[in-house]
């Protein structure tokens, strides 16, 4: 029987990693700012009047800010980057996706369109910080995609650079990696001007570092015990959670996609 992963044709040209980067609408960036920082992520210098980019060890993390009302308010829109935009589209054109050259307000980019996720737009990078492929031990930006199609959603990012790491049995669950990761569950698929809104979470090897930073800062922090393991529930400045998972190592009902991509041995409690 052929897996998903084996049924992922590689094209001729490799597909360079992408960085996820999602870019969250809130109104009091300061705010929000602070808060990701307190919990391990750090600045990159790319700051603007209601722009700031933040960075983990893999992955990042856009702040915009976004008038009350707006209907991007409080929302995430689900972006990636990468170090060489024509490098990225020659490859990606190769691997037959259709791709479109953008000229936004901020300069070129690109326009994926991925069946089951929806439009993607692709920047050229700002910063390196951020770009280090996923370390289970390291803190790592999620963007979570919720949709109708799991199983064709992974296809596609698989298509454009990303890797197969970890997918349920059930087909409901599937998460990739390079530069950050990049996660798709089944639910209501919701879209913005046809760009995928996810949600943004935090992933990293051991709770115990974030959990106090955290609690030091004063934020509200509830610790949980999911199946597939553990995670904290930080109360955010909106009043939402954020969810930080630690790296998942319990596999019962899930397979692992690549041997490459495997988490090391668990941690003790927190």
């Known amino acids: 029987m052929t897996t998903p992963a084996a049924a992922d044709a590689r094209p001729a040209t490799p597909v360079p990693s992408p960085v996820v980067r999602p870019i969250h609408f809130v109104t009091d960036v300061p705010r929000w700012r602070a808060f990701y ?5 750090e600045a990159t210098g790319v700051d603007a009047d209601g722009w700031t980019v933040l960075a983990a060890g893999s992955g990042r993390l856009a702040l915009h800010h976004a008038d009350p009302g707006d209907r991007v308010a409080g929302r995430a829109l689900l972006r990636w980057e990468v170090a060489d935009l024509g490098a990225y589209r020659d490859a990606v054109v190769d691997a037959g996706v259709p791709v479109r050259e953008l000229v936004t307000a901020d300069g070129p980019a690109l326009a994926l369109d991925l069946p089951a996720v ?7 990078a700002e910063v390196d910080d951020g770009g280090a492929p996923v370390d289970p031990e390291a803190l790592s930006v999620v963007g979570l995609h919720y949709t109708d199609a799991t199983t064709a959603a992974a296809a596609s ?11 349920s049995e059930t087909g409901t669950w599937a ?20 760009e995928p809104v996810c949600e943004v979470a935090l992933e990293v090897g051991d709770l115990r570092p974030v959990h ?6 004063g934020h509200e922090v509830v610790l949980v015990d999911e199946a597939y393991g553990r995670a904290l529930r930080v109360r955010t400045p909106s009043g939402t959670e954020l969810w930080v998972n630690e790296t998942q190592r319990d596999l019962y009902g899930y397979r692992l996609e690549s041997a490459s991509t495997a988490p090391s041995d668990p941690h003790p409690s927190v």
Do not use: E, K, M, Y
């Open 157 to 167: 990012a698989a298509r454009v650079g990303w890797l197969r790491r970890i997918t």
């Open 175 to 194: 998460d990739l990696v390079a530069g950050g990761v990049l996660a798709f569950h089944d639910g209501d698929r919701v879209l913005v001007n046809s």
């Open 118 to 124: 929806g439009r993607v737009q692709v920047d050229p």
């Open 212 to 217: 106090a930073r955290a609690l030091a800062a």
């Open 37 to 41: 920082l307190d919990l391990g992520l």
